[in-house]
Nanobody
Framework: QVQLVESGGGLVQAGDSLRLSCVASGGSFYDYVMGWFRQAPGKEREFVAGIRANDGMPYYIDSVKDRFTISRNSPKNTVYLQMNSLKPEDTAVYYC????????????????WGQGTQVTVSS
């Protein structure tokens, strides 16, 4: 099973940018659909964006598609989430996940998960 390690979170002000990274190891990167999720305090974890590792096709939820960009560097087995124009409501723990399945499904059953990285956006 693939192991995932996220990094890049932090405390920023509204309007700032952050880039999250997720490094995968122990699996065949090209087989996976990689996703970013987030969980705010008191809320359920929600899907944010996904990408097919083999061809880089992205998929976003509507609320972030104009501000966030998901990408991957396949030789480095790494997926990124570039977050621009951050808002306080983007504050959450952000998780990376890997599944074998449909890019356009926000469900990640039997996925591997990272430990999460905290993003805090102050107003």
């Amino acid at each position: 099973q693939v192991q995932l390690v996220e990094s890049g979170g932090g405390l920023v002000q509204a309007g700032d940018s952050l880039r999250l990274s997720c490094v995968a190891s122990g699996g065949s990167f090209y087989d996976y659909v990689m996703g970013w999720f987030r969980q705010a305090p008191g809320k359920e974890r929600e899907f944010v964006a996904g990408i097919r590792a083999n061809d880089g096709m992205p998929y976003y939820i509507d609320s972030v598609k104009d501000r966030f960009t998901i990408s991957r560097n396949s030789p480095k087995n790494t997926v990124y989430l570039q977050m621009n124009s951050l808002k306080p409501e983007d504050t959450a723990v952000y998780y990376c996940a890997a599944k074998i399945g449909d890019l356009y499904s926000t469900q990640y059953p039997h996925a591997s998960w990272g430990q999460g990285t905290q993003v805090t956006v102050s107003s």
